[in-house]
């Protein structure tokens, strides 16, 4: 089988694959090679191992191919992950990140981080799991060093403001948000728009310079995400 793998011409530390004749896909380089995290595929061209990231499991590979046309995550950089769940998207960025870089991953729901503590961290030097409520970031403050950036995907209410929080914590100024809003989490009922809007606001109102604002569907409904500059 013909098998073509190209670094991403905008996107660092992404690569694009196409299989046979088949669609040009994501990917990251699989830091640790023979292991799958959700399912993936797993694909060895040459003397390297690539996982196929699926967009409608991971919001941040959705938003990428929604139009998110720079990732400001850079190899070596050290990561802050709220709502880590079982490492699904994780596990890409500690991809990215690589060998020089870490991923600090918070999570405050047993099981997923159980399966993220048995299934995935034991294969990645770079990857941290803390069992802890992010609403509360200085409760976990002497594990987590300064970051360069910090993921939010957490789907509950006030979820900009703990973003802010834990930024005004451990984020670098000049460093990066990627903030994933769940309009649902917040209201079952308020028009979702108003709530992305609002979401917004409380980053901008907390030092957040906002760059890009991506929707997700059609691989995932009811989310956006944000991405932005603190402090810059
Ligand atoms: C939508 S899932 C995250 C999916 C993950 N980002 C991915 O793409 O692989 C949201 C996760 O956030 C966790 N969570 C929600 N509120 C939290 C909080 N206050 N502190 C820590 N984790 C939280 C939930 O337990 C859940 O596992």
């Known amino acids: 089988m013909n098998i073509k793998v190209n670094p991403h011409k905008k996107l660092h530390g992404i690569y694009q694959i196409r299989i046979g004749n088949g669609r040009s896909t994501l990917c990251t380089r699989n830091l640790a090679p023979g292991k799958n995290v959700y399912g993936e595929k ?104 300064t970051v360069d950036g910090i993921y939010c995907d957490i789907a509950q209410p006030e979820q900009a403001r703990v973003l802010a929080d834990n930024a005004d914590i451990f984020l670098q100024d000049g460093g990066w948000g990627l903030f994933v809003i769940k309009a649902r989490s917040i209201n079952a009922i308020e028009d979702p728009s108003k709530i992305f809007k609002r979401e917004v606001d409380v980053l901008k109102n907390r030092g957040f310079n906002i760059e890009k604002i991506i929707r997700l569907k059609p691989f995932d409904k009811a989310h956006v995400l944000v991405l932005a500059k603190y402090r810059n």
Not at 87 to 114: A, K, Q
Not at 133 to 145: N, Q, S
């Open 42 to 145: 797993l694909v060895k061209h040459e003397e390297n191992e690539y996982r196929l990231w699926d967009p409608y499991k991971s919001k941040l590979a959705a938003a990428l191919l929604k139009g998110l046309r720079t990732v400001p995550i850079r190899s070596g950089h050290k990561v802050l992950y709220i709502g880590a769940a079982s490492g699904t998207t994780v596990s890409h960025v500690s991809d990215i990140v690589g060998s020089l870089g870490c991923v600090y991953c918070i999570e405050f729901s047993f099981r997923p981080l159980r399966d993220l503590i048995i299934k995935v961290s034991p294969f990645r030097e770079n990857i941290f799991p803390i069992l802890a409520d992010a609403r509360f970031p200085e409760r976990y403050r002497m594990l987590v060093e």
